[in-house]
């Protein structure tokens, strides 16, 4: 059993107590920020004075052997090694002698694995940003290729009045732009580095704080140390952002399922993005929306579960702080795989536009359209809504559209209603009708694609 510490104890640990206090089968994952960081300490300390150039160097080296061979496989993480700092340390030892027993100099295993997380979730910080713009990006152009496809608005998920699909997908748009604005909340406000605050209350080493936080390119040290070693605030806002991308996800999810249905019929599925029956041979499943909307309930768990863990500890590092780490690398695992693969089935999902438009108009999604022709012909708008009602309930009762009523049926009901009534309440005219900030009609909706457009050009990655 390979552990930094020992010298207190005069017998070994059980078995049993290692396994359940080690962390490294979850932790080598970080194997890379360690060494990062401990490359990026050794060279502060070495500036300092507390180490020589020489000294440096060899650590350096090492630290650096030790990364190529865990990458091409000739060095395998096992689980001799309580964590994964105790692996670099004992390996750098066994390949450079006493200079290796130096690395841990004026640093402690708590502000050690609070720069590796820091290290790890900025990494993937970054990762989650650019799968949300590859997914803003397919939605940017799905907005442009459908201006003028006719679709139902809902509400309480009955039919309501036309829109069009690149509105209905605008309105996704600023979902997931309010996410990677999220992200970047985040790494701003995180990006502080907690080398050096030592186990909970700094060192007598003559460290420089700035230098090592400017070379691993944090804004600054973290202010205070008992702060540095046991702020999870920032994983439990990642948790927090995620499980609201995994909310939006979910939410498209479950419009795609619906609109995959024979009852609906608005889509069609790309064979590599869905699956069939082992037993009824005219299925095509929706697995991937069905599973990303099943997976969200995972991220939530992992926020609840950081949330309980952190609300009791009191200052400064707790053991029970370990348990953040399973709980964000598997929430960033199944964020990053939806991500990556709802973007790939929106991409390839086609969309029946007739199907659409004649779902639009016999859910009479034009109603209120009929009210407003009326209203400007001079009717009350409560008459004008009871007599439009008065046509919907004829309507359903003959199985018409109000755009397939004969004049005289109109007329039936209300004489007001002349010939024009029908281009009033065409589902182009209904939705080219509304043109404000945000609405639907074709020049407020290349006034938002423009918008969207030069919002991804000015802000291609998060820096």
Same mark, same amino acid.
């Given at each position: ?190 990006n502080t580095c907690p080398l050096g605050a030592g186990a909970l209350a700094g060192t007598t080493y003559p460290l420089d704080r700035e230098y090592t936080a400017q070379l691993l390119d944090f804004d600054g040290p973290a202010p205070n140390s008992m702060d540095a070693v046991s702020d999870r605030d920032y994983l439990i806002e990642l948790l927090s952002a995620m499980a609201t991308v995994m909310m939006h996800l979910s939410r498209f999810s479950e419009e795609v399922i619906i ?9 069609? %599925? +790309? !064979? ?14 929706? /697995? $991937?929306? &069905? ?110 559209? %109000? +755009? !397939? ?14 010939? /024009? $009534?029908? &281009? ?40």
């Amino acid at each position: 059993m390979a552990q930094l510490w020992g010298g207190r104890f005069t017998k070994e640990t059980d078995r049993l107590v290692y396994n359940f206090n080690a962390s490294i089968s979850f932790d080598q994952r970080f194997y890379e920020q360690d060494i990062r960081g401990s490359i990026a300490h050794v060279t502060m300390l070495a500036r300092q004075g507390i180490l020589t150039e020489d000294e440096k160097e060899k650590i350096v080296d090492g630290l650096n052997g030790i990364r190529r061979d865990v990458e091409n496989g000739t060095l395998v993480i096992t689980e001799e090694y309580e964590d994964i700092h105790s692996f670099v340390e004992a390996n750098l030892t066994e390949r450079i002698g006493e200079a290796g027993k130096k690395l841990h100099t004026g640093r402690s295993r708590n502000d050690q694995v609070a720069l590796d997380m820091k290290l790890y979730v900025r990494d993937e910080i970054l990762e989650l940003d650019r799968l949300l713009k590859e997914l803003l990006d397919v939605l940017l152009r799905q907005m442009k290729e459908h201006v003028e496809t006719y679709m139902p608005g809902f509400t309480h998920l009955q039919k309501a009045q036309p829109v069009t699909m690149a509105h209905h997908l605008g309105a996704y748009f600023e979902m997931f732009k309010r996410d990677r604005l999220r992200m970047g909340d985040i790494y701003r406000r995180m990006n502080t580095c907690p080398l050096g605050a030592g186990a909970l209350a700094g060192t007598t080493y003559p460290l420089d704080r700035e230098y090592t936080a400017q070379l691993l390119d944090f804004d600054g040290p973290a202010p205070n140390s008992m702060d540095a070693v046991s702020d999870r605030d920032y994983l439990i806002e990642l948790l927090s952002a995620m499980a609201t991308v995994m909310m939006h996800l979910s939410r498209f999810s479950e419009e795609v399922i619906i609109w995959n249905t024979n009852e609906y019929q608005f889509v069609e %599925l +790309d !064979d590599a993005y869905s699956t069939g029956s082992s037993i009824m041979p005219q299925k095509k499943n929706p /697995d $991937i929306a &069905e599973l990303v909307r099943g997976k969200t309930g995972r991220v939530y768990g992992a926020l609840t579960s950081l949330l309980t863990t952190m609300k009791g500890l009191p200052l400064a590092y707790n053991k029970d702080m370990q348990e953040d780490k399973e709980l964000v690398f598997d929430a960033i695992d199944t964020t990053k795989g939806c991500l990556a693969l709802f973007t790939g089935m929106l991409s390839t999902m086609g969309f029946r536009k007739q199907q659409m438009e004649d779902s639009a108009k016999h859910g009479f999604t034009n109603a209120t359209d009929a009210a407003d022709y009326l209203v400007n012909h001079g009717v009350p708008f409560r008459d004008a809504h009871g007599i439009v009602g008065q046509l919907v309930l004829y309507g359903i009762e003959n199985r018409k559209a %109000l +755009d !397939d009523l004969t004049l005289e049926e109109f007329w039936a009901i209300s004489p007001v209603f002349e010939e /024009d $009534i029908y &281009e009033a309440i065409s589902m182009k005219t209904c939705v080219e009708m509304r043109n404000t900030t945000g609405a639907p009609g074709r020049a407020a909706m290349e006034k938002a694609i423009a918008q969207a457009e030069e919002y991804l050009v000015k802000n291609p990655a998060l820096e």
